[in-house]
């Protein structure tokens, strides 16, 4: 059995205090290396309970639990892009690199990498705004991937994606696997939970369905 | 039709949502604002307190205080000690006047000790009126003391015995009082009251108008940029719908209305305007709403990214305020160049319907404005051409293409192309991260160059530390001989700046006030001994000098009158006329008898040296620029793509404390950037309210971007409460110069703060520090529990 990293006990979460409850009483917990997919219906809560892991909501039930230094090493990717259209591809990961206290000579290594895993070295210096959506995807992916994360939480990260930008998301998906990061990933697409995921879990009405 | 009124809809919401509604209830909210802090009495320049001491205890001194006393410009005269001094600057004298002992006997044998007035620089305006006044008085003074030595020498010989000085003392000291008290009787109108307050009024109304044009229609043009990239015209145009942009104009026509309803209004109680002037006036104001709407539609369409138009424009608008002298100070620019600034135009425009000038008269001052209109013409057209081109370059690029795909074969070609990327990324390995993300804020390399010129611009407009001369026109209507000796004795004065024009032309500078007013000599001045009325001085729309100039001019009148007077005073003393030899010792003596130690001296106390009399200190023209330019800079918190970069960073452990920290920096790098190029003093206290100036710009802007308003939406809010804090903190006017509550007004503004703190006061920056931390600190998202370790 794999070493756990996260535990999440009785997770309740209210938008407003009175309000509707998103999340109530989830219970999960997720192994090292584990890809955990997350499906739902729309308004279900997936978000929201990644948002809550990330630590971007405060939650009022329950406790979320982590191994010594992997909250530190978690990387969170939304669904919506969170990058800089004016800036260039390398540009958003230098960015990214810097605001999390890499070197520059790690930052470019590693960003370097990363394009060239996601086929996108020819488009390291043009600006986000000229690239294609899929593009642009897997430039959001490789954000989150510039120091190495010990959890992942992808908030549907091929949604709008072509082909070959799903295909080289998954392929890196798949290695960053192989090197030990547990992912948590919501998807409502063509088949990537049951071709990635080592469990699935339902989400509804903020509840758990194994 | 319908497309028309969809885009009609459209323009409304985007211009609100982008903080339109500020840009518009900014005249509403500020100019009732500003009238009420000058209205009646509160306003204007009050009569303002002095002190004497007088050591001398003569007959004279006592004279002269009592005269003092009946000056309507002192409120109050008050007899203190030497010791005394210090204390009366501080409880608010604007001077002390100090009669040495045995001043006025001692004077008329060049020798004693001089005079001595202590100006309180505190209350810099009023300093410097008490100051053109006493000089004014003083060099009568000397005059009369020279004439009298001269003709008593004349009348006596080389030793005047013991009555005969004393005879001497007296009529001259006689002579004196009804020089000093009958001086400014050679002006033609009677009233010399300051004509500051109106002159403030006129600028800032003029500065306001252009402000409040300016940015209305930046407002409506902002979302052009985005509009055009994302191909929402051309699919405009392409359903079927016509007007996309007539009717952002139509819109700002609509919405400018209240606002010219509430100016015609303004102007119809104000100055009793007729119908057709009225017309005139909104004639005018749409002129420049369409001027203004050309322009800016055309810099946004050619710059295509909102950001740096925004800069560029804000830039533009500040350069003009602080270059044409409306505003600030007297304008920097060539009066050829600032003649076609639209806040000329509006202050030229404001005079000539308060003068109740024809249109007809007015129609040529208002012509300048065409430029803007074709500069947005050019500009559209520009963009036209560039569209057109990169279209023509899109269809040809299938041929290029295969070109390129043949000559990837050869490894130089691909060599470039690898240079090229890592070209782009020089910079990234170059520069640590703050300045990389002061670099791309700015708006890259076009960005930093013109924030560079920027910064030239205002090096220059700080750099020119020429002593201010008070520059008037003069129209010699008399042609005689004392026109003509006038003329040469003001042209030697060195405050004084003349310059000579026909009769004709009079009114037209008056119009412009490019210089502070108009002197005609009249005619008859040449051989009118009484010379009543024979002056005639008419101040410019923006004059802040009047009574200055006034009493220079009137002293040299009074000088010259001692000297033509010279032969009746010698011939009253011998009782008889003079002779030709007596004539001629007169003429050696006037030469002989002239004053070689100084009969006065001015100091200054309680505050720093003025560079500028009447302009604000350059420390209120960086308070004012920086917060205008760091408000447009931090309005990128509020943009949506920043909004969830901002979110995202919260995820990661550290991320959002160095971004915040990298982003302080980037400002504090600007705020030093503009400290230097206004070649501010380097001192503790002002690197102390830069600090706590820029943090509380950081913070407060932020707060308002990120906790406050929608995307865009501060663009119009901080130009309401830029103007609002500049107006308040004394960023255009010094407010010592007012009377009552009003000048306790700063202590209620960041940038009156500011302006403390670089004065010495510690609280003010302390108050700064602290609002700085707690807007950072709320616009610091965090979430309120954090998750437990295993």
């Known amino acids: 059995m794999e070493e756990q990293i996260c535990e999440i006990r009785n997770l309740g979460l209210h938008y407003q205090r009175g309000g509707r409850a998103v999340l109530k009483g989830l219970s999960l917990s997720f192994h090292k290396g584990e890809i955990l997919g997350i499906r739902g219906e729309n308004g279900a809560g997936k978000s929201t309970l990644l948002k809550a892991l990330a630590g971007l909501l405060p939650y009022g039930e329950g406790e979320i639990r982590f191994a010594p230094k992997v909250q530190k090493e978690l990387s969170y990717l939304p669904q919506d892009l969170s990058l800089y259209e004016s800036l260039t591809a390398m540009e958003n990961l230098y960015f990214y690199g810097k605001i999390q206290g890499l070197p520059k000579k790690v930052i470019f290594t590693r960003a370097t990498w990363l394009l060239r895993e996601l086929g996108l070295e020819e488009k390291a210096g043009e600006r986000l705004s000229t690239l294609s959506g899929g593009m642009k995807r897997r430039v959001h992916l490789a954000s989150a991937l510039m120091k190495r994360p010990a959890i992942l939480l992808l908030d549907e990260p091929t949604v709008g994606c072509d082909n070959e930008s799903y295909e080289r998301i998954l392929s890196l998906l798949r290695k960053m696997k192989a090197q030990g990061t547990a992912m948590l990933l919501i998807s409502h697409g063509r088949g990537e939970l049951e071709e990635m995921a080592d469990r699935i879990v339902y989400l509804e009405d903020g509840k758990i369905r194994e | ?790």
């Open chain 2, 1 to 790: 039709m319908n497309g028309f009124l969809a885009a009609l809809k459209k323009d409304m919401c985007l211009f609100f949502r982008k903080g339109g509604l500020f840009s518009l209830l900014f005249p509403l909210l500020l100019l009732p604002l500003f009238l009420f802090f000058f209205r009646g009495n509160s306003g204007g320049l009050q009569a303002f307190p002095v002190s004497v001491i007088d050591e001398d205890e003569t007959l004279m001194s006592k004279t002269l205080i009592r005269q003092m006393e009946e000056v309507e410009l002192f409120s109050e005269v008050h007899k203190i000690s030497r010791e005394d001094i210090s204390e009366e600057l501080e409880k608010g004298s604007v001077g002390v006047l100090r009669i040495p002992k045995d001043f006025f006997y001692t004077a008329y044998r060049f020798q004693g000790e001089p005079v001595e007035l202590i100006l309180n620089e505190r209350r810099a305006t009023e300093s410097a009126i008490l100051e053109s006044v006493f000089t004014s008085i003083m060099k009568i003074m000397e005059k009369e003391q020279e004439m009298s030595l001269a003709v008593f020498h004349t009348a006596y010989g080389e030793k005047l015995s013991a009555s005969e000085e004393e005879e001497l003392y007296h009529r001259a000291s006689e002579r004196l009082l009804n020089s000093v008290l009958k001086r400014q009787l050679i002006f033609q109108n009677e009233e010399v009251g300051a004509n500051v307050a109106f002159a403030l009024v006129m600028r800032i109304a003029s500065a306001l108008l252009f402000l409040f044009l300016s940015f209305i229609s930046l407002s409506m043009v902002s979302a052009v940029p985005e509009e055009e990239k994302k191909g929402i015209v051309s699919r405009f145009r392409q359903m079927g719908g016509r007007g996309f942009y007539l009717s952002k104009f139509l819109l700002l026509l609509l919405l400018a209305l209240p606002v010219l309803a509430l100016s015609l209004l303004f102007l119809y109680k104000a100055f009793a305007l007729s119908p057709e002037l009225l017309l005139f006036f909104a004639l005018y104001y749409n002129l420049s709403l369409l001027s203004f709407y050309l322009f800016f539609w055309g810099l946004f369409s050619l710059v295509r990214e909102e950001r740096l138009a925004k800069n560029f424009s804000v830039c533009l608008i500040f350069l003009l305020l602080l270059f044409t002298g409306r505003l600030f100070s007297a304008g920097r620019l060539p009066f050829s160049l600032a003649r076609f600034s639209p806040i000329s135009i509006n202050a030229v425009l404001l005079e000539g319907l308060r003068r109740g000038y024809s249109p007809v008269r007015l129609m040529p001052f208002v012509l300048p404005l065409g430029l803007f209109l074709l500069l947005g013409i050019l500009l559209r057209f520009m963009h036209s051409f560039t569209e057109k081109r990169s279209s023509l370059e899109k269809e040809r690029v299938p041929e290029k293409r295969g070109l390129l795909e043949k000559e990837t074969v050869f490894p130089k070609r691909r060599g470039f192309e690898e240079d090229r990327i890592r070209g782009k990324q020089f910079l990234m390995h170059c520069l640590p991260f703050p300045l990389w993300r002061g670099y791309i804020l700015l708006g890259r390399t076009v960005g930093v160059l013109l924030f560079l010129l920027f910064f030239l611009c205002l090096g220059r407009y700080a750099g020119d530390k020429t002593q201010e001369k008070i520059a008037f026109y003069l129209v010699n209507e008399d042609g005689g001989e004392w026109s003509r000796e006038l003329l040469r004795d003001l042209d030697a004065e060195k405050s004084l700046e003349i310059r000579l024009i026909p009769e004709r032309e009079k009114e037209e500078k008056l119009l412009y006030g490019d210089k502070e007013g108009v002197l005609t000599i009249r005619k008859g001045y040449t051989g009118d001994k009484e010379e009543k009325g024979k002056l005639l001085y008419e101040s410019g729309s923006a004059s802040l000098s009047e009574m200055g100039l006034r009493e220079i001019v009137a002293a040299v009148v009074a000088g010259e009158k001692i000297e033509r007077g010279a032969n009746d005073y010698l011939s009253s003393l011998l009782g008889r006329e003079i002779r030709a030899d007596e004539q001629d010792l007169l003429t050696k003596n006037q030469k002989q008898y002239k004053r070689t130690s100084p009969l006065y001296t001015v100091r200054k106390q309680n505050g720093a040296t003025r560079e500028e009399l009447f302009s604000p200190r350059r420390e209120a023209v960086y308070a004012f620029l920086l917060y205008f330019f760091l408000f447009s800079l931090a309005s990128v918190a509020g943009e949506g793509e920043e909004k969830r970069v901002g979110a995202r960073l919260q995820s990661i452990a550290g991320a959002s404390r160095r971004y915040l920290i990298g982003l302080f920096l980037v400002f504090l790098g600007i705020s030093l950037c503009f400290f230097f190029a206004l070649r501010l003093d380097f001192s503790f206290n002002a690197l102390l309210s830069l600090l706590s100036y820029t943090l509380f710009l950081f913070g407060f802007s932020r707060f308002l971007s990120v906790r406050v308003l929608g995307e865009g939406a501060e663009t119009g809010l901080s130009l309401n409460l830029g103007l609002f804090f500049c107006l308040s903190g004394g960023a255009f006017m010094d407010f010592s110069a007012l009377s009552g509550w009003v000048k306790y007004l700063p202590y209620l503004s960041p940038v009156g703060l500011f302006l403390k703190g670089t004065e010495g006061d510690l609280v003010a920056p302390a108050i700064l520090l602290a609002i700085g931390l707690c807007t950072c600190r709320s616009s610091y998202d965090r979430p309120m529990r954090s998750p437990f370790f295993l």
